[in-house]
């Protein structure tokens, strides 16, 4: 199995772990302390050696940050992950924060006394994030020290080692673009922005721009290293030269010096000292590292990571390797979901079952390199925990007459793919179904829209909403966010949501998800990828439109759907989408599961 249903959480653990954290800022003079759930990368995936906030609270959620004083503690979390941190964190320990309506900033404001000296880890914040953090300090009249090296390290007993995952070749046929030409690019794009050179941070940047991948992180194939690529001549990568098989040396050197990591900090003072205007993005890279350049005599230029936006605009390789690994995944998911409607009405299923059940038709393509995340399998009220993670402590038997929610992905060397379906089991309620409905118009209506060249993902996400809206309810995630190839689930720079990224491009790939959940009782998400595409000039229109490619394949449950609530465009689009599956899906799997299939799939 790629995934764990161990209980790894023990609340118990936040107080004696945070006395010691508390004896250790005495020794240093600190009155404060910022945790935060980032390595040196600034990776939303980080390795066990990395997990310092879990260490230290016991939160195992992807984002969050501790706050430490002398006398009070807090961990900040966003919306998806409240239920999760009452759950997991001793609050009697360490109060909980819910981002917006908190901030890392108000609480440092109104917590620090005049004088306090509050300690931070250079390379845990980008540049971004160390201003916000030392303007808060400013505004209580306290002090930031920078360390040297991170206080939560010097407490942790039994650290795991930083990891060695191989690194592999990612053949030209499925990048679509030799990583001589994406070196080139790269380098026209320093020259344009007058720098002499760029320090690469990114592990998913460094993967795309080299054509290598990683095993360092759980799920997502990530070589954690650093690169700095010149404007002109080689570039040079930093990382650990035991990851490397013969092959992948062999590739690497062909483009790149190879250094050991202990060389990188070093070679950033060789940068200052020869006076270079580096690019570093300041939302992206650990502010130590400008530090460092500006400390040794360098300038910087504070820029996006150019690799950024060129990974997310996927080339026609790349777009076929989505569409085949999907038409894989979709198989599987028939597989699947034909086995849950044989096996659910027998009452003998739990949410771990569920779980290992799915892993094992993915596994049974032959193809899966990895899950794309631990799977959310969640029963009845753990289905109304958006990032619900299944343990041991947590199974819970499918409810009777309840919605189950299963969001799920798999890593294949062709495509990364996210997929939640919502579940009928026996009949749901007339507030399951209207709710249903609502969440499937949402869906809908991202996969229909029509949209001008410029547009961002804010400008869309209220589409997904407005029949949600409409009754007086929300969902407190965004909509979509970007996904990669073969590479992280979560991808940068665009999604759609409430807040403003970059305009939406061909080839971009994100997630369509809206959701609704009523804590304590259920919880409703259905997810599509898509691909941005061009889309087809109507007559008499005026501007340049795109589109959505819807690219999942599985049925959504009809049963679970208050069809008077669907208009006829709305029916007529699932109707498609649905013998869509049935005609590509259906000859790829066994007599019974296409079987199944047809009954699922039949027009509503």
């Not at 998800?513 to 889309?535: C, M, Q, S, W």
């Amino acid at each position: 199995m790629f995934q764990s249903f161990d209980d790894e959480t023990d609340p118990t653990v936040g107080a004696p772990r945070l006395a010691r954290l508390r004896a250790e800022m005495r020794r240093r003079n600190l009155d404060a302390a910022v945790v935060p759930r980032a390595d040196e990368h600034q990776n939303e995936y980080v390795p066990p050696s990395a997990e310092r906030l879990r260490w230290l609270t016991g939160f195992t959620g992807s984002w969050g940050t501790a706050l430490v004083t002398a006398d009070a503690a807090a961990i900040l979390v966003d919306g998806r992950y409240t239920e999760q941190a009452r759950a997991q964190v001793d609050t009697a320990a360490f109060e909980i924060l819910v981002s917006p309506e908190a901030t890392i900033e108000h609480w440092l404001e109104r917590v620090l006394r005049p004088g306090a000296v509050l300690g931070i880890d250079p390379w845990m914040h980008t540049t971004d994030q160390l201003k916000k953090l030392e303007a808060a300090a400013t505004a209580a009249q306290a002090t930031v020290r920078l360390l040297d090296d991170n206080v939560v390290d010097a407490v942790w007993d039994g650290r795991p080692a930083p990891p060695l995952g191989r690194i592999s070749v990612q053949p030209l046929a499925l990048s679509g673009e030799a990583p001589q030409a994406k070196l080139g690019r790269v380098q026209e794009a320093l020259k344009k922005a007058r720098a002499d050179a760029m320090v690469l941070t990114q592990p998913d940047g460094i993967a795309w721009t080299f054509d290598i991948r990683g095993q360092d992180v759980a799920h997502t194939p990530l070589p954690l290293a650093f690169a700095v690529i010149p404007a002109e001549g080689r570039p040079r990568l930093f990382v650990d030269g035991r990851k490397f098989t013969n092959d992948s040396r062999a590739h690497v050197a062909e483009l790149a010096d190879i250094d050991e990591p202990a060389a990188f900090r070093p070679y950033l003072d060789t940068l200052g000292a020869a006076k270079s205007r580096v690019l570093v993005d300041p939302a992206s890279a650990a502010a130590a590292l400008a530090r460092r350049i500006e400390t040794a005599g360098g300038s910087i230029i504070a820029a996006a990571d150019p690799t950024i936006l060129m990974k997310a605009r996927k080339n026609a390789a790349e777009l076929a390797g989505a569409r085949a690994a999907h038409r894989r995944d979709g198989a599987a998911m028939a597989r699947f979901l034909a086995w849950f409607d044989r096996t659910a009405p027998t009452g003998n299923l739990d949410e771990i079952a569920v779980a290992r059940a799915l892993e094992g038709f993915r596994r049974d393509t032959g193809a899966l390199e990895d899950i794309s995340f631990p799977s959310i399998a969640g029963s009845g009220p753990n289905g109304a925990l958006p990032h619900y993670r299944v343990s041991t402590a947590t199974n819970r038997k499918l409810d009777e007459d309840s919605l189950f929610v299963i969001d799920s992905g798999g890593q294949y060397r062709d495509g990364t793919t996210d997929i939640t379906r919502t579940i009928a089991v026996g009949r749901p309620s007339a507030e399951m179904r209207a709710r249903f409905t609502d969440v499937l118009k949402g869906m809908i209506a991202i996969s229909r829209i029509r949209f001008p060249k410029g547009t961002s993902g804010v400008h869309i996400d209220a589409f997904a909403r407005k029949s949600l809206w409409d009754g007086g309810f929300d969902y407190d995630h965004g909509t979509g966010h970007g996904v990669g190839s073969f590479l992280s689930v979560h991808e940068g720079p665009c999604r759609i949501g409430k807040l403003m990224t970059p305009p939406l491009e061909p080839g971009m790939i994100l997630s369509n998800e809206p959701g609704y959940y009523k804590v304590g009782h259920f919880g409703i998400r259905i997810e599509n990828l898509v691909a941005v595409t061009d889309a087809e000039t109507l007559p008499g229109g005026e501007r340049p439109m795109m589109a959505f490619e819807t690219l999942t394949l599985a049925a959504i449950d009809r049963r679970a759907i208050d069809v008077e609530r669907l208009d006829a465009g709305e029916r007529a689009w699932l109707d498609a989408y649905h013998a869509r599956v049935r005609e590509e899906i259906g000859p790829l799997v066994d007599d019974d599961t296409r079987r199944w299939l047809g009954q699922a799939t039949a027009p509503l």
